[in-house]
């Protein structure tokens, strides 16, 4: 149908009006059009639910300590409950314990007289690995013949802490592909390559093969402290060259952030795996013994937790604490 002259004339006096209604939203278009043609957005943002874990080990003092003081602790021993409050008001996706949350043997009624009061806040979404004082079965509250096979960690964590002959799994969170797994190689028959458990490893890897990978258990392979023990090199090697990204641990109740580095602790920019030892959790603190090759921070006087925030192909993390004033903070990408 033809329109009348003053009918053409009255429509096309709309389209200015139009122009202008709608020209903000035309702008950020152009904009975000131009930026994308010049390369300007092709660097990836992290957005800003990426989920934030927290960690630490060596946690709860045993309920007959004499610093329990009804789960408040004395001075620098027994803080579990001023460290698991950093928990409560996180907010996190998980929370890794690593390796003895209780003392002194991890019998069932010690977690629930102490652990259960401070950190069992959050077991809901707690993921476990033992250490191993929880396989011991004297010493403490519940540390009798029961306790053999850490039989009371497994009872409080339940399905969580994975099967109690193994006490190794796997798990998701966000991009990131997270791997729990067992330095008491003695109680797991062993941790070598060929081991059940190095079989496991691999077949894992082999199945996940996630941009970014984290890796925790208690005894370290490499330690400031004195306690380390290269009974988990094998894990290293086969996490090395799957390309993993970070490492945590526990076993010497200090802080301490390594250089990226190989199995054999040669330094190593492109492709070392980061080892940070969190064993903050609150029990005690340990002291340095000789400062380990390729150790860049340490910490012996702070108890606290590890956050991690996990982006789709990076990571930072920060030290948070909760008894004294120590921090630490970084950010690194992925292996490609």
């Not at 903000?24 to 994308?36: E, Q």
């Not at 092709?42 to 989920?51: C, H, L, N, Q, T």
């Not at 021993?77 to 698991?84: D, E, F, G, I, K």
């Not at 990571?315 to 950010?331: E, I, K, Q």
Request: proline share 4%; net charge neutral.
């Amino acid at each position: 149908m033809k329109l009348s002259r003053p009918l053409r004339r009255a429509r096309l006096a709309r389209v200015p009006r139009l122009v202008r209604l709608y020209q903000p939203f035309l702008v950020v278009i152009l904009f975000v059009a131009s930026l994308t043609a010049s390369g300007a957005m092709a660097r990836p943002v992290a957005a800003a639910g990426d989920p934030v874990i927290a960690a630490a080990g060596d946690i709860a003092c045993d309920p007959s300590n004499s610093r329990f003081n009804d789960g408040q602790g004395v001075g620098n021993t027994c803080r579990q409950l001023a460290v698991s409050n950093l928990l409560v008001k996180g907010h996190f996706a998980a929370v890794l314990t690593l390796g003895d949350t209780q003392y002194y043997c991890g019998g069932y009624a010690a977690f629930q007289q102490s652990y259960d009061l401070s950190w069992g806040r959050v077991k809901s979404i707690t993921h476990p690995v033992v250490g191993n004082h929880e396989y011991l079965t004297s010493g403490g509250t519940g540390c009798t013949s029961a306790n053999a096979n850490a039989a009371g960690y497994f009872k409080y964590f339940g399905a969580a802490a994975g099967a109690p002959t193994k006490g190794y799994y796997s798990f998701d969170v966000g991009a990131w592909h997270l791997i729990a797994l067992n330095t008491n190689c003695s109680n797991v028959g062993g941790c070598g390559a060929t081991s059940p458990q190095g079989k496991w490893l691999a077949a894992d890897l082999a199945a996940h093969e996630n941009e970014c990978t984290l890796a925790y258990w208690h005894i370290p392979l490499f330690s400031s402290g004195g306690r380390a023990n290269t009974n988990s090199r094998s894990f290293w090697q086969q996490l090395y060259t799957a390309h993993a990204d970070l490492i945590l641990d526990g076993h010497d109740h200090i802080y301490e952030r390594f250089a990226p580095q190989t199995p054999t602790g040669a330094p190593d920019a492109v492709n070392g795996i980061r080892e940070i030892t969190a064993g903050t959790g609150g029990s005690d603190h340990t002291t340095l013994r000789t400062l380990a090759a390729n150790s860049v921070v340490t910490n012996t006087d702070t108890f606290g937790i590890l956050q991690v925030t996990l982006h789709a192909s990076s990571y930072s993390w920060r030290f948070v604490p909760a008894v004294g004033s120590f921090t630490d903070s970084g950010s690194a990408t992925c292996h490609a």
